[in-house]
Every structure is written in C-alpha cells, then in structure tokens.
C-alpha cells in the first residue's frame, strides 16, 4: 500500500491522530496538500514552534506556544473538513500538560470532519500516547519521482545528457532525498562544469557516507571487474546476461528485478571477489553485512538489527549486499542455547530474501554447506545457487595470465603459461596468485626479475588446502556433481583426483 493510499484509509476510518516519520518534511507537505485537494477536498493548515498556523489564525497567540495551538483546533475548523500538520511536535509531547490536552481533544476531534498530522524524522511518542497514534513511514523518492525530478532540474538547467547517463544517474540516486540529489547535482555541475560518470562516483560517496553511520553494515569501494577473474565463465555469462535489468526497458520488458545468487564453494576459487566484482562492474554501491554484528546481547537487539539492516539496504537501493560466510552466523549448531534468537534473525532474513520488492542484489557466500538451513537454498530466496570448484588446466592458465598481466603488464607473456597451469592442480585462484608474489619476494631479495622457474620453486615448496582438506573438499566436489547445482564454471567439468 502506498503512502497516499494508506493516508486515505486512515482519514476515512476517522483516525484522529497520524504520525508521519519522515526527514523528507517540504516533500511530505506537498504530498499531503496535493492528496487532500485532489482526493479528499480538505482544507489543510500547517504549524510550526517559530511561525505558528499557516495559513495564520487570528492573531501572535500561536506561535512558540504549543499547547494553546493544540487547544485551538478545539474550536476551529469544527465543521469545515480539514487536516493540520504539525511540525516537530515531538518535542512537546512529552510535557504533561500537553500530553492530557491531546487526550481530552480526541473525543470532541472524533465528531468533526478533522484529523491532525504529526510530522517528524524519528518515531519519538510517549509510552502513554503510543496507542493513541497510527504510524506511516514516507519512503524516500520512488524511482519514478526521481525520474520526473532530475527531469526537471536538466530542463530548467539546460542541460541535455545522453539517455544511459540519465538513466544511471536516476538509478544511482535511489535511497537518497529530493533534497540531496538536488544538492549532489549541483555540486556536480559547481565543480565539473558538467554531469557525466563522475557524477556517479559522488552520488555513491554520499550513499558511503550514510553507510559509515551505521555498525551493521559496511561500504566497500571495490576495484575488481569480472574480467579480473580467471575461469569461471559459465557465472560470468550468467551475470552478463543480468547487467541491465535494472534498466527501464527491462522493466518495460516486463523482467522481475533479480533477488540474488549464493555462491558455494572451496575457499579461495573467487566468491568474495566475484561479490565485489559484480557491484563494480553495475555501478552499484556494495554492502558488506558483518553477520557477527547481527547478535547482541540485549534481548531483541539481534531482531531489531536485521531488520534495520533491510530497512538500510533497501533505502540504498539499487545495490550489491554481500553476506560473507554465511554458514558460521546462521548455521544449525549455532541455535542451540541461543534461546531462539539466531531462529528469529534467519527467520526476517528469509522472508525478506523471498518478498523483498527493492532492487537489493544479495551474494551470499558459503564454503560448507552441511550447516545451512535448508531453507536459506530453497528456490525462491536466490535466483540462482553456482558452485565454484577449484579451477580447471584451462583456468589455471587463465588464472595464470590474469596475475601476471596484473603484476608485469608488459612481459607476463614471457612466462610459461601451459607448465604453470599443468603443476597446479588442487591449487586454487587465491593460492595461485601468493605462489606468484612469493617468487617476486625470492627473486627481488636477489636482485634480479622473477621468472617462471622461480614460480616452480615455490609450487613444489607449497602445499594447498585442497590437500589438507581432501575428505570435506572431495564431499563438496560430489554434491555439486549431483546435479542439484549450478556449476560456475563452463570448462569441462573435472573433480582434481590427484589432490
């Protein structure tokens, strides 16, 4: 339901009191203004502590004076419909005498066509008067509203920008309010001269800044791409494939806005930077939940938590929330003597993960699986689940020549690629990429280039965890060989034996 449309509710069930959270206080005005002229024919009055009633009644009496502007909507407005905003009210309401006025008004404002509307950025009402109240939050901007805004501001700015700009600009600036992307435009275009990428890049470090305020969830500023990762071509293409579905011709395509993939796996063959990767390559902010911080120690601290962790996620969308690891926080031997807590946290996450409406892309990461519940890869929460093996011959070598392009630019193709790649089995991308900066530490320390046999060395001198963890490895390597997952990988498919 909409905010008009539960505002319309509320006013024809005879709710007297309506209080509005909302740091949007011009924005929600106007909504309100424009609904009751529009729909309910209302007359509307505005208050606040420094100006009074607006427009003003009868005299000076009402400003900086709460309770006689309360008492005053006693005997004003008795036949006429209307609705009277206060502003900031929450600040008096804890007063005592203020508090039993707002009672005694409520059976003589029940009679009249009237309603009163508190508006504020916080939810901040007495325990005594929380009963009293209905309570509607005033999302920020919709996609749409910021479309017809940045419209309007280029049309009265003169400015003419390409079409994908636009539309980037329009999806980069959800989560934030009218004023602020007014506010970010023309710092824009103060300090550019003109709108263009960078315009992206400061709208996102607005959109970090918000992130810093919060414990839960952190802001990453990725410099991965998909291209960085050797292999793995079959997610690669998957996620090709869902670069521009957030765009308005996908929309008009009549495409669903994707949920999300979780990707299981051996520890080191790219999960956590394919997270990062993603987020780079679509422009999108990305989000790292540090489940640890989920659970506090307050009784209902851990709810409230997740669920103020959705309501920022979703306020900052479009964009990648990354969930590291997420077997250890909710996995079944985590429950017990928890007096159902990590239950609940899961329960909310799973529900949002399966309703949730705001372009909010989850990777979730796992490297075992027999402690996720079941529930959380059931079809529905993610749009997909890839299993990411330790890489194949043919992405070692990929692998190979990724890190060395990275670290000698210039003469990676110097290197033996085939050799390198055919000693390396059960070794992974993370293990692949610390033999290269080991051999670049031996050779520097003796003054001279790395080089492959340098390389070699270091192989034969390393040991991978794949070997160490054989029996888990080889457990996770069967399942996905099942066929009840999505492989990451289009090579073909080969379980490493000799590990």
């Known amino acids: 339901m909409t905010f008009e449309e539960e505002i319309i509710v509320f006013i024809k069930a005879k709710s007297p009191l309506i209080y509005v959270i909302s740091s949007e206080e011009e924005r929600v005005e106007y909504a309100l203004r424009r609904l009751m002229t529009s729909r309910l024919k209302r007359v509307v009055y505005s208050w606040d502590f420094v100006n009074g009633f607006n427009p003003n009644i009868l005299n000076e009496a009402y400003k900086r004076n709460p309770f006689e ?107 934030l309010s009218l004023e602020k992307i007014r506010h970010l435009i023309a710092k824009s275009i103060a300090s550019k001269k003109n709108l263009n990428f960078s315009t992206v890049d400061l709208i996102l470090q607005e959109k970090r800044q918000i992130i810093s305020r919060t414990e839960i969830l952190e802001f990453w500023q990725p410099g991965e791409h998909l291209n960085d990762i050797g292999g793995l071509e079959g997610l690669k293409s998957w996620l090709s494939k869902r670069r521009l579905h957030f765009s308005e011709s996908a929309r008009n395509y009549g495409l669903p806005v994707p949920r999300g993939i979780l990707l299981v796996g051996v520890q080191g063959t790219g999960k956590s930077m394919t997270a990062k990767a993603i987020a780079n390559d679509w422009y999108l902010p990305l989000l790292r939940l540090d489940t640890g911080r989920l659970f506090g120690g307050v009784v209902g601290e851990s709810e409230r938590r997740i669920r103020e962790m959705i309501e920022i996620a979703e306020s900052l969308s479009p964009c990648v929330l990354w969930i590291d690891e997420i077997e250890k926080s909710l996995s079944n031997t985590t429950q017990a003597g928890d007096s159902g807590t990590t239950n609940r946290v899961l329960s909310t996450l799973l529900t949002w993960l399966a309703e949730k409406k705001a372009f909010v892309f989850v990777v979730a990461t796992a490297n075992a699986l027999e402690n996720i519940q079941l529930e959380l890869i059931r079809k529905g929460r993610f749009d997909e689940i890839f299993f990411l093996d330790l890489p194949t011959k043919n992405e070692r070598k990929s692998i190979f020549e990724v890190q060395l392009k990275s670290f000698r630019p210039e003469s990676w193709n110097l290197y033996d690629l085939n050799e390198l790649s055919r000693l390396t089995p059960a070794f992974s991308g993370a293990e692949i990429k610390q033999l290269i900066i080991e051999a670049m530490y031996q050779a520097f320390s003796e003054g001279r280039e790395f080089k492959t046999q340098d390389i070699i060395k270091e192989i034969d001198k390393s040991v991978p965890l794949a070997k160490l963890q054989q029996e888990s490895i080889q457990k996770l390597q069967a399942w996905a060989r099942s066929g009840r997952i999505r492989l990451g990988s289009t090579d073909n498919y080969s379980i490493n034996n000799d590990i």
């Open 69 to 175: 502007a309360l008492s005053k909507v006693r005997s004003i407005f008795s036949q006429v419909p209307s609705l009277i905003i206060f502003k900031d009210f929450q600040n008096f309401l804890s007063d005592l005498s203020i508090s039993r006025e707002l009672r005694n008004l409520l059976p003589t404002i029940r009679t009249q066509p009237k309603t009163l509307v508190f508006l504020s950025n916080q939810k901040a009402v007495p325990t005594e008067l929380i009963d009293k109240f209905v309570f509607i939050e005033f999302g920020l901007p919709t996609i749409n509203e910021i479309d017809q805004e940045l419209t309007r501001l280029f049309k009265t700015l003169n400015i003419n920008i390409n079409s994908d700009l636009f539309e980037l600009l329009v999806n980069s600036c959800r989560g």
